[in-house]
């Protein structure tokens, strides 16, 4: 697909259409050269909304993402259509819908419990959630590993964490799914109304029952946290500690078993990278580095401005939404060497966790120590395995993600 110019002036990015198939690679590679900071002047399926800016490379990603004061988490949503995951009072009462100094204060609670050292001592406990997963698959020509390997086990993972029951896990995954997926219509067959006015009660339902359970019997959990956590002097408010426990159960829940799939994909459809890494496993951390960068589990995220200002020669005023997307920035040609072409050896710098600053992703060691578990568990057991199915990704501009991935385990 070729835009010319004139037709890049009047391209609407989140239309559906660019859409169905993953995130439209071709059209940002026009955008970075040709109109880097570039206006979409509507949201087609959200006519309430107003249009945004969005920033394509990684230096100016970088830019807002550095610059709170600028670019705020707070005055508008986290995302290009502001209520299209929850409403904007509901995005604020989390971490990252607030800004400084907020913000640091109520991240700083969890900032200990993620670091890589603490998260390095859950490396038995995730791998033995992983292998009982992928064993669990024994004796099956065929699996889909995005809902027969993925899933299940980022959710073990999060869930035990957070001192969710394990009996939970799917209905939790189930609801997790069709908020953050809601305008795909698989994940969500009813539509986002259904989702916010069903599924959105009922979680907050389990979250609240899960949280006067832990006020009564605190655990070693981080749920107990939250419940007992003060800042400032102040015990947190009920929202608050409910949306702090959304957050981190959404976050946990998506965005790894988002990246596992992508990459597992990749290395079936690129049988020489596999090689690379069934002959030398230790290469595993950096192909977990070039999955991240080409495939990031969230296409974008959203600051509103909070002045007027410039940004790479646009002016764009007090009040417009900026949206960074990380699909574009991580295929930057200024930064990367044919951006494009999925090398398990070129364990590069990426943005897929943000570009640095305030909202810089919590859960990264999480995130990569999961992922490197789960692709050398995958390939010790599974070296051959192919695809036995078209791969189907979620239709959204948000979540950069595979619904499923059918594949032969042993051919
Ligand atoms: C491959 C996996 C993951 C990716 C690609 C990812 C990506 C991101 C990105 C891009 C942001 C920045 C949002 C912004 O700038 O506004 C973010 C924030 C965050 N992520 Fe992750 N994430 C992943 C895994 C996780 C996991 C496993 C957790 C589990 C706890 C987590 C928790 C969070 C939290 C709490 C924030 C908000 C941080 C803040 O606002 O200060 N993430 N993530």
């Known amino acids: 697909m070729s835009t010319d110019v004139s037709r890049l002036e009047d391209l609407l990015l989140t239309e559906r259409e660019h859409w169905t198939d993953g995130p439209p690679h071709e059209l940002f590679a026009q955008l970075r050269a040709q109109c880097p900071v570039h206006w979409t002047a509507r949201i087609t399926e959200y006519p309430d909304e107003d249009g945004f800016w969005s920033v394509t490379t990684a230096d100016d990603v970088h830019a807002v993402s550095r610059d709170w004061q600028t670019f705020s988490?707070?005055?508008?949503?986290?995302?290009?259509?502001t209520d299209s995951i929850l409403p904007l009072e509901l995005q604020r009462a989390m971490f990252i819908g607030m800004d400084p100094p907020k913000h640091d204060r109520l991240k700083a609670l969890f900032q200990r419990g993620f670091t890589p050292k603490r998260i390095a001592r859950h490396e038995d406990e995730i791998r033995a959630i992983a292998v009982r997963v992928l064993d669990g698959l024994a004796g099956r020509e065929t699996a889909d590993l995005v809902n027969d390997v993925a899933q299940p086990v980022v959710?073990?993972?999060?869930?035990?964490?957070?001192?969710?029951?394990?009996?939970?896990d799917?209905?939790?995954?189930?609801?997790?799914?069709?908020?953050?997926?809601?305008?795909?219509p698989d994940l969500n067959p009813e539509g986002?109304?259904?989702?916010?006015?069903?599924?959105?009660?009922?979680?907050?339902?389990?979250c609240r029952q899960l949280i006067a359970d832990r006020r009564a019997n605190p655990r070693d959990d981080l749920t107990s946290v939250l419940v007992h956590a003060e800042v400032d002097g102040e015990r947190l408010?009920?929202?608050?500690?409910?949306?702090?426990?959304?957050?981190?159960?959404?976050?946990?829940?998506?965005?790894?078993?988002?990246?596992?799939?992508?990459?597992m994909r990749a290395l079936i459809e690129h049988p020489d990278q596999r090689r690379l890494l069934l002959e030398d496993p230790s290469l595993?951390?950096?192909?977990?580095?070039?999955?991240l960068r080409m495939f990031p589990a969230f296409a974008h995220f959203r600051r509103t401005a909070t002045r007027?200002?410039?940004?790479?020669?646009?002016?764009?005023?007090?009040g417009d939404k900026v949206v960074m997307w990380y699909v574009s920035s991580n295929r930057d040609e200024t930064r990367y060497e044919d951006p494009d072409r999925f090398d398990v050896r070129r364990n590069p710098e990426h943005q897929a966790f943000g570009a640095g600053g305030r909202h810089f992703c919590l859960g990264t060691a999480l995130a990569r120590l999961e992922l490197r578990i789960l692709i050398e568990e995958t390939l010790a057991r599974y070296p051959e395995m192919e695809l036995a199915g078209r791969p189907v990704h979620a239709e959204s501009p948000f979540i950069n993600q595979l619904k499923t991935l059918p594949v032969r385990l042993a051919p």
């Open 73 to 81: 988490s707070e005055l508008g949503g986290v995302t290009a259509v």
């Open 155 to 168: 959710s073990r993972v999060i869930h035990s964490f957070m001192g969710v029951p394990e009996e939970d």
């Open 170 to 184: 799917a209905v939790w995954a189930r609801l997790m799914n069709a908020i953050l997926g809601a305008g795909d």
């Open 192 to 206: 986002p109304e259904a989702v916010m006015q069903r599924d959105v009660p009922e979680i907050f339902e389990r």
């Open 237 to 263: 408010e009920e929202h608050e500690i409910v949306m702090g426990f959304f957050l981190l159960v959404a976050a946990g829940n998506d965005s790894t078993k988002a990246t596992y799939a992508s990459a």
């Open 284 to 291: 595993i951390p950096g192909a977990v580095e070039e999955a």
């Open 308 to 318: 007027d200002t410039e940004l790479n020669g646009r002016r764009i005023r007090a």
